[in-house]
């Protein structure tokens, strides 16, 4: 009886091993793929133009290996910093898109639709129309905007603790509310500020500055490894508060510091680029498909987000015959993709 | 010397606390069923002696030391729980949700180990559900689910284990199933069981030691041909009734009156 017992331990111990490794190798292929997607991607955004270039003189002059004054002026003057910010924002949008998702237990519950991205429209838009800033004052304002709206979702949302349904309802309020007032602002506005308003509005990796990217590159220096490192504890919060509570989880804590990760991380990238939409909202699902369900990873997901974000300003830029913001191309992507989330998750029952 | 027990418990969510002033003391190396009307808080003293509720007096002691000075992951080791309704992520399978049981065992960098990969090998076995490990939890029977659920609980490899309603949304075969392997839990691997239960009869049949609660108080606890009489039934659910013993096991069986 005891011999059977453990024999058949260990059999299940071996499957258990060959399980494992099956998903180790394929979240190693797929994130390896990405990374060689983000950076093809990457470069070929800095090759196309109406001055063309190879992926040897990109290559050569992002690295500093030789100095051609004419190529250098193109990649290091006009087009790095629009490919540095296409990069940075999608691989922070994807990111805090994830783990937005992943913390409230809601394929919809993404920083578009919870309230962050329209605090941060309305501080920018405000600050545009009443002020007339520009630049770095917009930038500033619109991440003060995003973390403003995060914190009153969260003190309006605590009673004894978080519930992830309560914070959705009342970021999609808040959402409402400030996408009201960034109307009225805007009908109030003279036509040149309106017009500036509209065009941040709309979302765009070409407008960045050197400080704000500058900005954004740190922040995801330090962000994102700290998003890899606390997603482990995700894993168990994901089970609910009970489970995980009961598995060892300091649940408040943990969600405290996940949500301020993603909040930040979404909050530059708006600072940055603008609200870019559905970015965030598919960029953790389709890091899913790749890795297998309820994987969530999350460095897999911020490479889809940059590759969605490098895909989305080489269409909006390249291939369409008038260049677009990239706001409006991912927009036209992610509103199909937005209505079939809502059409399969009702008929599965779970759209809660 | 009990392992788990509590002193002048009071829990509660709002102002009107669900329990006052309880003691209790859960047996080691026993299977231990709390039972009681709707509402009248036995789910709450599962989640207090689990630590999932801050008592508002009193104390929950685990071998003797006060359960609030011990931090979250000393009690994961030793207590574990399985919640009422508990929730998956989408598409999550058996082998990946067993796997998290081991969350307390584990340190932000470690890797897994051969004691991981024994420890939930185990509890796919102990609960028989070895054969489903890469499908899908959603796809799974009620039954099948509920096993696995406690599988994910036993990775945690606590020696205590409570849990709360684990055969409610069960047909009467699966219930017997689960209560059988609670026992073969006790028996084999010495844990000890508390868990919240509603059927009497099947609680009196597989389980050492009854608690009955009334209006967040113990009523009666013991053994259940000592304690399950047609008194304390009808004062705990207010329902007429007579005892009559299982034909199989001789323990009490609850039978209306009219």
Redo the contacts between chains.
């Keep these: 009886m005891t011999a059977t ?1 453990t024999r ?6 071996a ?3 060959a ?2 490794r099956h998903r180790a190798v394929r979240a190693f292929t797929a994130t390896t793929g990405l990374t060689a997607a983000v950076a093809a991607l990457f470069v070929l955004t800095m090759m196309v133009g109406s001055f063309r270039l190879t992926a040897g003189e990109v290559i050569t002059s992002v690295l500093h290996l030789a100095d051609t004054p004419s190529v250098d002026f193109v990649v290091r003057g006009l087009r790095l910093p629009t490919a540095l910010s296409a990069l940075t924002v999608g691989l922070a949008l994807g990111a805090s898109g994830t783990v937005f998702q ?1 913390l409230l ?1 809601n ?1 919809l519950a993404s920083p578009d639709f919870v309230g962050i991205t329209a605090g941060a429209s309305l501080a920018a838009v405000s600050g545009i129309v009443l002020a007339q800033v520009g630049g770095l004052a917009v930038c500033a304002l619109a991440l003060g905007g995003a973390v403003a709206a995060a914190l009153i979702m969260y003190l309006l949302a605590w009673r ?1 603790g978080i519930s992830g349904y309560r914070l959705i309802l009342i970021g999609i309020g808040i959402a409402v509310f400030f996408e009201g007032l960034t109307g009225y602002m805007l009908i109030k506005a003279e036509l040149f500020e309106a017009r500036q308003a509209m065009h941040w509005l709309t979302g765009s990796v070409g407008q960045a500055s050197d400080d704000e990217l500058k900005l954004l590159g740190g922040a995801l220096v330090v962000l994102l490894p700290l998003a890899v ?1 606390l997603s ?1 504890k995700l ?2 919060l ?3 508060d ?2 995980a ?6 649940v408040e804590l943990t969600r405290a510091a996940l949500l301020a990760t993603a909040v930040l991380l979404v909050a530059l990238a708006v600072s940055v680029a603008g609200p870019i939409v559905f970015v965030a909202l598919v960029a953790g699902p389709i890091a ?1 498909r790749l890795l297998g ?4 990873g999350i460095a897999a997901a911020a490479l889809v987000g940059a590759v969605l974000l490098l895909s989305a300003d080489l269409v909006a830029v390249h291939l369409l015959p008038t260049p677009l913001p990239t706001g409006v191309v991912t927009g036209a992507v992610g509103a199909p993709y937005l209505l079939w989330l809502l059409a399969t998750t009702n008929r599965k029952g ?1 759209g809660g | 010397m009990s392992r788990l027990r509590a002193e002048g418990l009071t829990l509660g969510y709002d102002a009107e606390p669900i329990v006052r002033d309880l003691d209790v003391t859960v047996l080691d190396g026993k299977v231990t069923a709390i039972v009681g009307a709707n509402a009248c808080g036995k789910s709450t003293l599962l989640r207090g002696l689990a630590r999932l509720l801050r008592p508002r007096e009193g104390n929950v002691l685990l071998d003797g030391r006060a359960m609030a000075d011990l931090s979250t992951l000393e009690v994961a080791k030793v207590l574990g729980l399985l919640p009422q309704a508990p929730v998956a992520p989408d598409g999550i399978t058996v082998a990946d949700l067993v796997s998290r049981g081991r969350y307390p065992h584990q340190g932000w960098f470690r890797t897994w180990n051969d004691r991981d990969h024994d420890a939930v090998a185990r509890a796919l076995d102990a609960t028989d559900t070895a054969d489903l490990v890469n499908r899908p939890l959603r796809q799974l029977s009620g039954g099948q689910r509920q096993r696995v659920w406690i599988a994910m609980a036993l990775a945690q490899d606590t020696d205590l284990l409570l849990l709360d309603e684990p055969t409610t949304f069960l047909d009467i075969n699966h219930q017997v199933e689960l209560l059988r392997l609670l026992r073969t839990l006790n028996a084999q691997a010495g844990k000890t069981i508390v868990a919240v239960l509603h059927d009497i009869n099947l609680a009196s049949r597989y389980c050492d030691h009854i608690v009955a609660m009334a209006d967040g108080a113990i009523v009666a606890e013991g053994a259940p041909r000592d304690v399950i009489t047609a008194e304390l039934i009808e004062k705990v659910f207010g329902l007429a009734c007579v005892i009559v013993p299982d034909p199989v096991a001789g323990t009490p069986i609850i039978v209306p009156a009219e």
């Design positions: 017992a058949t331990s260990a059999a299940t111990a499957t258990l091993r399980t494992r992943q237990r394929p004894d490192i482990r894993r168990v994901e089970l609910g009970d489970t509570r009961a598995l060892g989880s300091r899913n369900p309820a994987t969530g779970a």
